[in-house]
């Protein structure tokens, strides 16, 4: 029984939206147990996929929240 955890940042992809949406959801389901299927032969049934969503303040890169992270290299790319 495979269980597969998907983290996500909670913010949107197109503007005015702020997490992925069900269909999205779906989708990563689907071809997540697909791919589990066709690589290691587990069933469709036996197969669990778990997303996450995190907010942007509690997911961190090189020692920072993920929007300082996005600002230092804004101010970075800037010099």
Known sequence: MPIVNIQITREGNLPGTTAA??????ALIAG???LLLDVLD???DSTFVVIDEVELENWG???LSVPQYREQQRAEGSR
Do not use: F, H, N
């Open 42 to 44: 587990k069933p469709l």
């Open 61 to 63: 890169r090189g020692g």
């Open 32 to 34: 997540v147990s697909q």
């Open 21 to 26: 949406t069900a269909e999205q959801k779906a």
